[in-house]
């Protein structure tokens, strides 16, 4: 079993940044894609960035690219979503995200969830 736990959410004003962190444990070794994801109210679930945990490419949604950078800490079984240039419309509960396969861009197939962490950006 794998277990994820979120941390790192907040309130900021529109154009600050945060950066969330999901630490992983238990069975590690078998986490090939990584991911987060958030729901605003009212709305359904969206991936937000994606990678490989063995290295390589990095996968972002239109709204975010440019502003938002996924990176892991291997050593530390750690992933982060670095947030910069924040918008109102990045309002949502984050969650991180994990599955054993696949590939790491489709959003579906995530199985392990951590518990959410809450972003909120004020104008």
């Known amino acids: 079993q794998v277990q994820l736990v979120e941390s790192g959410g907040g309130s900021v004003q529109t154009g600050g940044s945060l950066r969330l962190s999901c630490a992983s444990s238990?069975?590690?070794?078998?986490?090939?894609?990584m991911g987060w994801f958030r729901q605003a109210p009212g709305k359904e679930r969206e991936g937000v960035a994606s990678l490989y945990t063995a290295g390589g490419s990095t996968y972002y949604i239109d709204s975010v690219k440019g502003r938002f950078t996924i990176s892991p800490n291997n050593a530390k079984n750690t992933l982060y979503l670095q947030m910069n240039s924040l918008k109102p419309e990045d309002t949502a509960m984050y969650y991180c995200a994990a599955k054993a396969g696949g590939i790491c861009s489709t959003y579906r197939e995530y199985n392990i969830w951590g518990q959410g962490t809450q972003v909120t950006v004020s104008s």
């Open positions: 238990g069975n590690t070794y078998s986490i090939y894609c």
